[in-house]
């Protein structure tokens, strides 16, 4: 069973970089066909796609994020990484790592428990 | 972009009821959509995808349906534990991927 879970500050400080990792167990983030990804929900609010990451390193970002997002992978941890830099109290939202399995019936199919990050003094 | 507009919002309903959610895309996206469900405090989980296959596991009082743009969302029978807020996803325009703004059910 494949099993995520986030990890990282719970408060960070206005203009500072918001640091999250994920760490996958159960299944090898090597594994092609996969994209690597993280989802915020501001509170009482939608999910919103922050961006993804492939085995190889190939990224993609929300355009209205791209900015300020890098996401990374470490495959000798089996961990993928999020930073967000500059951030505002609008940046305060539940994150959320999850898997998208690209083959037939594309799907996020597993997910992070969510951690809440705070942005404030 | 794709954009997905999904209604209504929000929904209360009584136990037994047929509920129903639609969803629809800017643009034809075929098959390519998703219905997850979100409970208080959880992360989301897949119940639909490509817009009618149920994933393992799910009851089958849950159903979707439609392509190209407009796609619908069914309980037939709404349990006390359906409370959530449901949420379309389309992957039609990979790398990009877009969610609907969320129908927050509630037991009337």
């Known amino acids: 069973q494949v099993q995520l879970q986030e990890s990282g500050p719970g408060l960070v400080k206005p203009s500072q970089t918001l640091s999250l990792t994920c760490t996958v167990s159960?299944?090898?983030?090597?594994?092609?066909?996969?994209?690597w990804s993280w989802i915020r929900q501001h509170p009482g609010k939608g999910l919103e796609w922050i961006g993804y990451?492939?085995?190889?390193?190939?990224?993609y970002y929300n355009p209205s994020l791209k900015s300020r997002v890098t996401i990374s992978v470490d495959t000798s941890k089996n961990q993928f990484s999020l930073k967000l830099s500059s951030v505002t109290a609008a940046d305060t939202a539940v994150y959320y790592c999850?898997?998208?399995?690209?083959?037939?019936?594309?799907?996020?199919?597993?997910w992070g428990q969510g951690t809440l990050v705070t942005v404030s003094s | 972009d794709i954009q997905m507009t999904q209604s209504p919002s929000s929904l209360s309903a009584s136990v037994g009821d047929r509920v129903t959610i639609t969803c629809q895309a800017s643009q034809d996206i075929s098959n390519y959509l998703n219905w997850y469900q979100q409970k208080p405090g959880k992360a989301p989980k897949l119940l639909i995808y490509?817009?009618?296959n149920l994933e393992t596991g799910v009851p089958s009082r849950f159903s979707g349906s439609g392509s190209g743009t407009d796609f619908t969302f069914t309980i037939s029978s709404l349990q006390p534990e359906d409370i959530a807020t449901y949420y379309c996803?389309?992957?039609?325009?990979?790398?990009?991927?877009?969610f609907g703004q969320g129908t927050k059910l509630e037991i009337k």
């Open positions: 996803q389309q992957y039609d325009n990979l790398p990009s991927y877009t």
């Open positions: 999850a898997r998208f399995f690209t083959g037939g019936g594309s799907c996020f199919d597993y």
């Open positions: 990451i492939y085995y190889s390193g190939s990224t």
């Open positions: 490509d817009a009618s």
């Open positions: 159960g299944g090898s983030i090597s594994s092609g066909g996969y994209y």
